[in-house]
T-cell receptor, first 117, second 118 residues
Framework: DADVTQTPRNRITKTGKRIMLECSQTKGHDRMYWYRQDPGLGLRLIYYSFDVKDINKGEISDGYSVSRQAQAKFSLSLESAIPNQTALYFC????????????????FGPGTRLTVL | AQTVTQSQPEMSVQEAETVTLSCTYDTSESDYYLFWYKQPPSRQMILVIRQEAYKQQNATENRFSVNFQKAAKSFSLKISDSQLGDAAMYFCAYRSARSGGGADGLTFGKGTHLIIQP
């Protein structure tokens, strides 16, 4: 089973609709992230959370909100979707750790392709 | 703010040959991490290799190795004995070793599309 799952995998919605993308993880990591990928570009950070009570804005948070319901769940919401939010959305997790070659490495979910018409 | 530049939008290599993908970055920090991620057509982001800036030794993972030049702020990926399954987009990414103030996410380059010719 995948360690980081995202639902839905694909979604088509209309301008003005509210939509929620969900992310769950079984890696036991405290840190979770939401990124957006546009064609021809790398990923850009939207929001991140270090624990249930800690939410931080990333580079491109305008038009988005998040909710950290539990250590394992981190949701991204578009309150009123617009066409330029059409993109591929990734959730990621990491564990700062104290040692080891993989400490603080981010692991990604499979992505959600969102189309806003 | 840190920036990551991948100057090769597309590279092509014959199967079994060696290819090097370039990455440069700009930062004023001395402690950070660098990563290469692979994104095949399935769109999954897969970690290829990771380098800590404080380590002088270049990281290696099987057929994948890096050439980390800290002073030049260069972090290239070498793929030896290229295989058809290596065909993908490759992204270079930077992460500060400090926490807070927006430093916690990854900063990505725009990617290099690697084509493997059979």
């Amino acid at each position: 089973d995948a360690d980081v799952t995202q639902t839905p995998r694909n979604r088509i919605t209309k301008t003005g609709k509210r939509i929620m993308l969900e992310c769950s993880q079984t890696k036991g990591h405290d840190r979770m992230y939401w990124y957006r990928q546009d064609p021809g570009l790398g990923l850009r950070l939207i929001y991140y959370s270090f624990d249930v009570k800690d939410i931080n804005k990333g580079e491109i948070s305008d038009g988005y909100s998040v909710s950290r319901q539990a250590q394992a769940k981190f949701s991204l919401s578009l309150e009123s979707a617009i066409p330029n939010q059409t993109a591929l959305y990734f959730c990621a997790t990491s564990d700062p750790g104290t040692s080891g070659t993989l400490a603080d490495t981010q692991y990604f979910g499979p992505g959600t392709r969102l189309t806003v018409l | 703010a840190q920036t990551v530049t991948q100057s090769q939008p597309e590279m092509s290599v014959q199967e079994a040959e060696t290819v090097t993908l370039s990455c440069t970055y700009d930062t004023s920090e001395s402690d950070y991490y660098l990563f290469w991620y692979k994104q095949p057509p399935s769109r999954q982001m897969i970690l290829v290799i990771r380098q800590e800036a404080y380590k002088q030794q270049n990281a290696t993972e099987n057929r994948f190795s890096v050439n980390f030049q800290k002073a030049a702020k260069s972090f290239s990926l070498k793929i030896s004995d290229s295989q058809l399954g290596d065909a993908a987009m490759y992204f270079c990414a930077y992460r500060s070793a400090r926490s807070g103030g927006g430093a916690d996410g990854l900063t990505f380059g725009k990617g290099t599309h690697l084509i493997i010719q059979p």
